[in-house]
């Protein structure tokens, strides 16, 4: 499985990479494994500030529908139109091409709960 050690991590397999002030969020390739073949992403919450854990959009995979949570607190600057038309992107290229949203992050965001590749590697067992 893939985790890419530069990138933070989620309990909720996500993953954060954090840029200055800016975070691109997707979900993790042990994620898309679970969720099978995704055939829809919805996020309407661009330009929304959002909290920490809170939902920001959800996938939907041909067996279920998986929501999506905020793993830091921020506003939500934009959304990965690729995706519209092009869902499998999250199964085919999760941490490159298929990101899901960029974040602006607020201040004083404690990002110490993300979590490193080999925690989330250890998460996973």
Known sequence: MN???????TKEHEWVKIEGNTATIGITDFAQ????DIV???VDTVDDELSSGEVFG????VKTVSDL????SGT????????EDQPELLN?????????IKLEIAEDTDVSELLSAEQYQ???G
């Not at 949570?69 to 830091?72: A, K």
Request: proline share 7%; hydrophobic share 40%; aromatic share 14%.
């Open 58 to 61: 959800s996938v939907e995979a």
């Open 76 to 83: 939500v600057t934009s959304f990965n139109t690729d995706l």
């Open 40 to 42: 829809f992403v919805d």
């Open 69 to 72: 949570y905020l793993p830091i």
């Open 33 to 36: 494994g679970e969720l099978g």
């Open 92 to 100: 085919t290229d999760p941490y490159g091409k298929g990101w899901i």
């Open 3 to 9: 985790t890419p050690a530069e990138l933070k991590y």
């Open 122 to 124: 250890e998460l996973l």
